[in-house]
């Protein structure tokens, strides 16, 4: 699905952030993307929605290489991957279910709009629907973004950092409902640096742990 081959990505006049990665995710798996803050996980991130392409190796989203992919390739495949920003972004004017109806009305898909409530209620922000971004909290904001990035039903879904900026009981909230998502057959690949989160997931999932350290990627550990 996505696939990196000897992949390195440095920005013009410095350094490189990453560097000779290779990863696949392959259907139905589950991973987790450790490594200290400014390692890169975000980077690589980028480079598996298409929103980076690297300076260096192959990748590839779906069967096809990123550097002959085209503008409208690059728009098929992302609809196809849900994405979970670190800093959440939301247009405060409109509210939450207008927010997390976007991509649908966005792509023309406007025929699915007629009823989201079962997606709200999954996410537990029935209650929320008419109410405005600044008015939800940390971990309510991070329900929502979720929700708003699986609402096109997508293969993959990769999180950054979902639960840096909420509490623990939220955390694990919210990792219950990443790996129902990856129950249901959809990739999963979490960036965090919370290991007791990692651990958590012990018990629930079979995962790999990937650690960026020295701008390498390594196995951190079997499966979990």
Not at 23 to 31: D, E, I, Q, R, V
Not at 55 to 84: K, N, P, S, W, Y
């Given at each position: ?7 390195s ?15 696949k ?10 490594g200290?803050?400014?390692?890169g996980?975000?980077t690589?991130m ?14 590839a989203l ?5 550097r002959?992919?085209?503008r409208?390739?690059v ?7 849900g994405?979970?920003?670190q ?27 007629q ?6 209620g999954?996410?537990?922000?029935q ?20 929700a ?15 639960t ?14 990443l790996?129902?998502l ?23 999932v ?9 701008r390498?990627?390594?196995?951190a550990?079997?499966?979990?």
């Amino acid at each position: 699905m996505i696939e990196f081959e000897e992949v390195s990505y440095g920005y013009s006049g410095g350094g490189p952030l990453l560097s000779d990665v290779s990863l696949k995710l392959a259907p139905g798996s589950f991973h987790f993307l450790t490594g200290p803050s400014g390692a890169g996980k975000t980077t690589l991130m980028k480079l598996c929605y298409g929103a980076l392409v690297p300076t260096q190796g192959r990748a590839a989203l779906f069967g096809h290489d990123v550097r002959t992919m085209t503008r409208d390739d690059v728009a098929e495949a992302r609809r196809r991957i849900g994405v979970v920003h670190q800093d959440v972004q939301f247009l405060d004017h409109m509210t939450v279910i207008e927010n997390v109806a976007l991509p649908l009305m966005v792509s023309g898909r406007d025929t699915e709009l007629q009823d989201l409530s079962d997606l709200m209620g999954w996410v537990g922000l029935q209650d929320q629907m008419e109410a405005l971004p600044p008015e939800l909290s940390g971990g309510e904001r991070q329900r929502a973004a979720l929700a708003r990035a699986v609402i096109m039903s997508p293969e993959v879904i990769l999180a950054d950092e979902p639960t840096g900026n909420v509490d623990w009981e939220m955390s694990l909230r919210l990792l219950r409902l990443l790996i129902e998502l990856n129950r249901m057959g959809k990739t999963v690949m979490i960036a965090t640096h919370d290991m007791n989160l990692i651990r958590q997931a012990k018990a629930q999932v079979q995962a790999r742990v990937l650690r960026i350290s020295d701008r390498r990627l390594q196995l951190a550990g079997a499966d979990l």
